[in-house]
């Protein structure tokens, strides 16, 4: 006789099931634009882009993948996931959410906070951008002031650093290395950090953890 399905064994299937969903919901966009028009895109040109997005944004995804998932659990690995904007929205609020209720990193409590507090930014998500694109032409006027147009430029920036520092202040030690590292990088090559932001973050994570763990080493922390 065939032993019940455990809830992991659960919570996988359904993950898989959605997330192939979702790719198959992205996919039909241009494969309807395609039965549509009846314009095939160049099979060379096609190859090339793949590769190119492959080489830039895979190295990001597997890390991603292998960092945040042991934080969110599986439910919530799989939701955020399928729903996206993990780094600035979905982490931020699960690992509060974890604070708040001071659960523990793999254990079933922090299993049902993850998922709960990713569900609830990303339904936050969906009701504000709806606001936002009902509400986009009455504030168009007010959004194109020119007044206003240089605090849309800091905007990431703002918000980057109020989360960062949400981490930062835990243990500052830890963070002057990486900081250095990545703040010389930006002055030095600006071009290769935006165009290859992922390959950047990956660059990010190792000096972090080759810099804490030489002052674990040393007794610094």
Same mark, same amino acid.
């Given at each position: 006789?065939?032993?019940?399905?455990?809830?992991?064994? /659960? !919570?996988h299937?359904? =993950?898989? +099931?959605?997330?192939?969903?979702?790719?198959?919901?992205? #996919?039909l966009?241009p494969? %309807?634009?395609?039965?549509?028009?009846?314009q095939?895109?160049?099979?060379?040109k096609?190859?090339?882009?793949?590769i190119?997005?492959? /080489? !830039?944004?895979?190295? =990001?995804? +597997?890390?991603?993948v292998?960092?945040y998932?042991?934080m #969110?659990?599986?439910?919530? %690995?799989y939701?955020?996931?399928?729903?996206?904007?993990?780094?600035?929205?979905?982490i931020?609020?699960?690992?509060?959410?974890r604070?708040?209720c001071?659960t523990?990193?793999?254990?079933?409590?922090?299993?049902?906070?993850s998922?709960?507090?990713v569900?609830?930014s %990303?339904?936050?998500?969906?009701?504000i951008?709806g606001?936002g694109?009902?509400?986009?032409?009455p504030l168009?006027?007010?959004?194109?002031?020119p007044?206003?147009?240089?605090?849309?430029?800091?905007?990431?920036s703002a918000?980057?650093?109020a989360?960062?520092?949400?981490?930062?202040?835990?243990?500052?030690?830890?963070?002057?290395?990486?900081?250095?590292?990545?703040?010389?990088?930006?002055?030095?090559?600006?071009?290769?950090?935006?165009?290859?932001?992922?390959?950047?973050?990956i660059?990010?994570?190792?000096v972090?953890?080759?810099?804490a763990?030489?002052m674990?080493?040393?007794?610094?922390?």
């Amino acid at each position: 006789m065939k032993a019940p399905k455990t809830y992991n064994d /659960i !919570l996988h299937r359904n =993950g898989r +099931i959605f997330l192939s969903l979702g790719l198959s919901v992205m #996919l039909l966009v241009p494969f %309807t634009i395609w039965l549509v028009t009846g314009q095939m895109p160049d099979s060379a040109k096609l190859l090339e882009g793949f590769i190119a997005l492959s /080489i !830039l944004q895979l190295p =990001g995804g +597997i890390v991603e993948v292998a960092t945040y998932g042991p934080m #969110l659990g599986t439910s919530a %690995t799989y939701l955020a996931f399928v729903t996206g904007n993990l780094s600035n929205l979905k982490i931020p609020c699960a690992m509060n959410a974890r604070q708040l209720c001071n659960t523990e990193i793999g254990t079933p409590e922090n299993e049902v906070v993850s998922t709960l507090a990713v569900s609830a930014s %990303t339904i936050t998500t969906v009701v504000i951008m709806g606001l936002g694109v009902i509400m986009l032409i009455p504030l168009s006027p007010l959004l194109n002031n020119p007044v206003l147009q240089p605090a849309f430029n800091w905007v990431v920036s703002a918000l980057f650093g109020a989360l960062g520092y949400k981490y930062f202040r835990g243990n500052l030690k830890l963070v002057i290395v990486p900081l250095v590292v990545m703040v010389v990088l930006g002055l030095v090559a600006p071009g290769f950090v935006v165009s290859t932001l992922s390959i950047a973050i990956i660059i990010g994570a190792v000096v972090s953890v080759i810099a804490a763990k030489i002052m674990f080493d040393k007794k610094w922390l």
